[in-house]
């Protein structure tokens, strides 16, 4: 709050300058050119240096790269059904902005949360904390939470729990990826109908031509196999399959996930259209970059809405 007065106190007195500079103009070009030119020059600087006096935290894009506004984005969110946002796990702005856009999507739509971050089977234990079934302690004991929860998600559970919303856990249990890398997909197929229960239907869906999969292949240098992706794409169909799930019509849902999972429409949303094929689909995704005054070549296109936030931002853990 002290800093929105401190900026409104500046920008004030920068209006009032700005003013009365005018009027002397007004007044000097009837008399003196000379210093008609100086005063011109006097402004030209003052916007100058008002304009370049603050670091930005992050700049918005649209898909194609050109700047818009917080409350332009917040405005064309608002008409979706799914809201994707791709975070940096421990980038503090991506947190920060997170909490920010749900807190005011709630002000125009009902909503209903979901996370990468929360497991499937962990489901009863969110589900009870937020029903003051489970006090923290007893949620903190019973739940794989991540290391970075209390600084990171911890203000999106507490939001949900303020406002009574549903927060879908919507990620594989980490045992079933883990499996899937070491053994594949048909090793799921040998679970009992008990553990079945957190997983979508099989058998998993799956094409290994998708150009998100090929890139985790590029980028371990072959290394893990043809497993590696296999197992990434049993979050995203588990994924999609909970929020298809506890998608309910009329209300938005809005997921947090790493970028990689929603990054150029693909993952999470390559399965929920085949659920979902009429619903609004929304994403963006969150991308660091030396500078953020204009978005590099391979960060277009990812996204509805491409924030860029400097690679010197300090991170979350």
């Known amino acids: 709050m002290?800093?929105?007065?401190?900026?409104?106190?500046?920008?004030?007195?920068?209006?009032?300058l700005i003013l009365w500079?005018?009027?002397e103009i007004?007044?000097?070009?009837?008399?003196?050119m000379n210093n008609f030119k100086s005063i011109l020059l006097g402004i030209l600087f003052l916007v100058?240096?008002?304009?370049?006096?603050?670091?930005?935290?992050?700049?918005?894009?649209?898909?194609?790269?050109?700047?818009?506004?917080?409350?332009?984005?917040?405005?064309?969110?608002?008409?979706?059904?799914?809201?994707?946002?791709g975070e940096e796990h421990n980038n503090p702005i991506a947190h920060w902005l997170e909490l920010e856009l749900t807190v005011d999507l709630s002000k125009k739509r009902q909503l209903i949360l979901g996370a990468e971050m929360f497991e499937?089977?962990?489901?009863?234990?969110?589900?009870?904390?937020?029903?003051?079934?489970?006090?923290?302690?007893?949620?903190?004991?019973?739940?794989?939470?991540?290391?970075?929860?209390?600084?990171?998600?911890?203000?999106?559970?507490?939001?949900?729990?303020?406002k009574d919303l549903k927060f879908i856990a919507t990620n594989v249990p980490r045992r079933y990826a883990s499996l899937v890398y070491k053994k594949g997909f048909e090793a799921l197929d040998s679970l009992p109908d008990s553990e079945k229960m957190w997983l979508p239907k099989l058998p998993i869906k799956y094409d290994a031509k998708l150009p998100g999969y090929v890139k985790?292949?590029?980028?371990?240098?072959?290394?893990?196999?043809?497993?590696?992706?296999?197992?990434?794409?049993?979050?995203?169909?588990?994924m999609a399959n909970s929020i298809a799930k506890n998608y309910e019509n009329g209300?938005?849902?809005?997921?947090?996930?790493?970028?990689?999972?929603?990054?150029?429409?693909?993952?999470?949303?390559?399965?929920?259209?085949?659920?979902?094929?009429?619903?609004?689909?929304m994403t963006i995704s969150l991308s660091e970059q030396k500078s953020i005054l204009k978005v590099a070549a391979e960060n277009k296109n990812k996204a509805d809405f491409i924030i860029l936030v400097p690679e010197t931002m300090t991170k979350t853990n």
């Open 21 to 23: 500079l005018s009027l």
């Open 120 to 162: 499937t089977d962990n489901q009863w234990a969110l589900s009870d904390y937020l029903s003051d079934k489970l006090d923290e302690k007893q949620f903190k004991d019973t739940t794989r939470l991540w290391k970075n929860y209390k600084t990171d998600y911890k203000p999106l559970v507490e939001f949900a729990k303020k």
């Open 216 to 238: 985790i292949v590029a980028m371990m240098g072959g290394h893990g196999g043809d497993n590696l992706p296999k197992a990434q794409a049993l979050k995203d169909a588990t």
């Open 2 to 16: 002290y800093q929105f007065l401190r900026l409104f106190y500046v920008k004030t007195l920068f209006c009032i």
């Open 48 to 85: 100058s240096i008002t304009t370049n006096a603050q670091k930005k935290a992050y700049q918005i894009y649209n898909a194609n790269g050109h700047k818009v506004s917080y409350n332009k984005m917040l405005k064309k969110l608002a008409k979706a059904d799914v809201v994707f946002f």
């Open 251 to 281: 209300k938005m849902f809005i997921h947090y996930n790493g970028s990689f999972h929603s990054n150029d429409y693909e993952g999470i949303l390559w399965y929920l259209k085949q659920h979902l094929p009429q619903a609004k689909i």
């Open 26 to 32: 007004i007044k000097l070009t009837k008399t003196n």
